[in-house]
C-alpha cells in the first residue's frame, strides 16, 4: 500500500501510525435479533486490524448495493480494514467500508482490534494535513511531516 501510495519511503508509514490495542465483549442478548452490538459506522484511523478471538461470528460490511455481508470467522485469520484517515490520504482509492457487529442469542463475542491511528496530539496538525492532501492528491502525502 505504501508503495502503492507513492511514498518514498514506505516504512515511515508505520512510524506515523502507532498501533492502540483494544479488547471488545459483547454479551449476548436473547433479542439478538432486534439489537446492533456495534452501530454502522466507518472506522477513523487509518488501518484496524481485527481478531475474532472466540468461535462467535458477527462482523458484518455494507456493500455497495447497501445489503450486509456477513464476514465469515476463519481460525488465527486477522480482518484488515482501511480507515478514514487512509481513504483521504489516498483520495479515495483506498475505501473505508461500513461495518456493524451483531450479538449473539447466548454466547458472549470477544474481539480485539489494533487500531493504527495518527497520535491525538497531533491530530490538529494532521486535519490541515488532510486538506493539503485532498487539495493536492496523493503525491503530497510522500512530504507530509508529522
Ligand atoms: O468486533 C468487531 O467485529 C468489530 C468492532 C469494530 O468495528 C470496531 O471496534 O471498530
Ligand atoms: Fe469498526
Redesign the pocket.
Known sequence: MAADLGLEQPERLLEKFAGVP?T?R?SPCRQAGKVI??SP?T?VCAM?L?L?VNNVQ??QIRRNDGKWLVVDRLDGALVISIGGTFEILSNGRYRSIE?R?MVHPDKE?I?V?MFHCVPAQRSALCQSSWRAALRHGTSRWATWNL
Open positions: 483494544q471488545m459483547v452490538g456495534f459506522h472506522d484496524t481485527l475474532h458477527g462482523l461495518h457487529a463475542r474481539s482490534a
